[in-house]
């Protein structure tokens, strides 16, 4: 069982930044796969940016050189900067691990005002 609990969101205005944090249990944290996905009102979760077990990352088209996804192995966390924001970025973030199935945080709200 692993459970995610994600941090940091709330209200900037568009150019601004953001850091969310994911702090995971679990004692094989550094054997799961990780991601940042969001979910804006009216449409599907997307995946946002994820980082594999080896440091690999990737990056959804339209964060590309503002997002950056990393993680702390030995703190347990994975981190999304997000930087020059947008109000396309306003939706409700979520932190997943994937393990031998998939979890899911609860979500942290971000919004970007015009």
């Known amino acids: 069982q692993v459970q995610l609990v994600e941090s940091g969101g709330g209200l900037v205005q568009a150019g601004g930044s953001l850091r969310l944090s994911c702090a995971a249990s679990?004692?094989?944290?550094?054997?799961?796969?990780m991601g940042w996905y969001r979910q804006a009102p009216g449409k599907q979760r997307e995946l946002v940016a994820a980082i594999n077990r080896g440091g690999i990352t990737t990056y959804i088209d339209s964060v590309k050189d503002r997002f950056t996804i990393s993680r702390d192995n030995a703190k347990r966390m994975v981190y999304l900067q997000m930087n020059n924001l947008t109000p396309e970025d306003t939706a409700v973030y979520y932190c997943?691990?994937?393990?031998?199935?998939?979890?899911w945080g609860q979500g942290t709200q971000v919004t970007v005002s015009s």
């Open positions: 997943n691990a994937e393990t031998t199935r998939s979890y």
């Open positions: 679990g004692n094989f944290f550094s054997t799961y796969n």
